[in-house]
Nanobody, 115 residues
């Protein structure tokens, strides 16, 4: 059974930081490129950042220079360090494989940035 469990969200003031974690089980984590996605209220889910098996990263234009994605294959975990948070970063954050699998979506973790 595949499980992706996100954690680390919360309420933070603009300019603050959060670190999200996604613990993955049920798949061979090390052979999958991974991604973080977010869904703001009333909007479609969007890609935030991706990381390949070799550690190469890519970011959405709105988060470049502020967010950092990383992975720890020994812990089957992918992280998202979010700095200089803005109110428009508010939403539910999810992880999934880079080509998102429809059965892998978890509950997500809520991030709320107050102005």
């Amino acid at each position: 059974q595949v499980q992706l469990v996100e954690s680390g969200g919360g309420l933070v003031q603009a300019g603050g930081s959060l670190r999200l974690s996604c613990a993955v089980s049920g798949i061979i984590f090390s052979i999958h490129a991974m991604g973080w996605y977010r869904q703001a209220p009333g909007k479609q889910r969007e890609l935030v950042a991706t990381i390949t098996t070799g550690g190469s990263t890519n970011y959405g234009d709105s988060v470049k220079g502020r967010f950092t994605i990383s992975r720890d294959n020994a812990k089957n975990t992918v992280y998202l360090q979010m700095n200089s948070l803005k109110p428009e970063d508010t939403g539910v954050y999810y992880c999934n494989t880079e080509a998102p699998h429809p059965d892998y979506w978890g509950q997500g973790t809520q991030v709320t940035v107050s102005s």
